[in-house]
């Protein structure tokens, strides 16, 4: 097969869905768009994409190695296509789900939930880094299956144009049928939420029914709006510092751990210490359960 990513495609369409949400705003909610916030946003976004082209290269050709030792070969015929959308998004839930679960991936994946606002800049902030953090293995593996490499990434890429929709505040809810399985705006803002109730919660990429099955899924409620960012909020709109600050706080707790905690600080969920000076999510949720008497 020719490669095909539609992702080069969808670009200028999100550009101008920027735009159309910025003038949304500025009548509707203009405490939704920062300009700092914003252009971080953006170069975020562009780095990203050059990243990416960067390594694309020796994704494909770890893809293609994973094909060319096939267990199967299941062909292009539509079904496939479908199989492969699907199997895609049920890996992307797994790595999405690590990426907040594993300090490692948390340190490639956190400028993605760096923003303290919501909007449709949001979705472009994605990872420099990943690469480097290895997440790219969630994704290509069902090469050894027998699905084309170059249909996994055309598929990828569909999931990654859906996913930029969702990043909004100017869609509330949507029918229930549709809430009930795909992943949806109101579902996403609950992610993007650190909010006791909705820390670490919806890790969906389309289709909301992996965090229903797995029990993972929190529905947002009206009485608690969302508060978006990260547990400890960044603080700066520093470019590099949004992309490599948890990378630099690794390297300092691993070099200021004792011996035997220095790889938990990589393997651990974010927030993990060795002398409890901190609280992870599990911990931040269970507490404020405990203080509301567990009513959700």
């Known amino acids: 097969m020719k490669a095909f990513d539609p992702v080069a495609f ?46 694309a290269g020796t994704v494909a050709i770890a893809a293609t190695w994973l094909y060319e030792h096939r267990l199967l070969t299941v062909g292009h015929a539509w079904w496939v296509w479908v199989a492969c959308f699907v199997l895609d998004d049920f890996n992307y839930y797994w790595a999405h789900r690590t990426g907040h679960r594993v300090r490692w991936f948390w340190a490639s994946h956190v400028n993605h939930h760096s923003s303290q606002h919501y909007n449709l800049s949001t979705a472009l902030r994605q990872s420099w880094t990943g ?97 978006y960012g990260i547990v400890r909020q960044l ?31 990589l393997w651990r969920t974010p927030g993990w210490s060795h002398d409890g000076s901190r609280e992870t999510s599990d911990a931040i949720r269970a507490r404020w359960l405990e203080r509301t008497g567990g009513a959700v």
């Open 235 to 265: 603080g700066s709109f520093s470019l590099l510092w949004s992309v490599f600050h948890e990378w630099i706080a690794i390297a300092r707790d691993v070099r200021s751990a004792p011996w035997r905690h220095k790889l938990s600080y």
């Open 10 to 55: 969808a670009i200028p369409l999100f550009v101008l869905l920027v735009f159309a949400e910025m003038l949304w705003a500025r009548r509707n909610a203009p405490e939704s768009y920062e300009p700092r916030d914003t252009l971080t946003s953006l170069m975020l976004g562009l780095g990203s994409t050059a990243a990416g082209a960067i390594v």
């Open 131 to 227: 690469f480097i953090a290895l997440s790219f293995v969630f994704r290509i593996w069902p090469a050894f299956l027998g699905f084309d490499p170059v249909m996994i990434i055309a598929v990828g890429g569909l999931n990654l144009i859906y996913q930029f929709w969702i990043h909004t505040e100017a869609i509330r809810r949507l029918p229930r049928w549709f809430e009930a399985v795909m992943n949806t705006p109101s579902h996403h803002r609950v992610h993007h939420g650190v909010n006791p109730l909705y820390l670490d919660r919806n890790y969906a990429g389309v289709f909301i029914v992996w965090d229903r099955l797995f029990g993972t899924f929190t529905p947002e409620r009206d009485e608690i709006p969302v508060t």
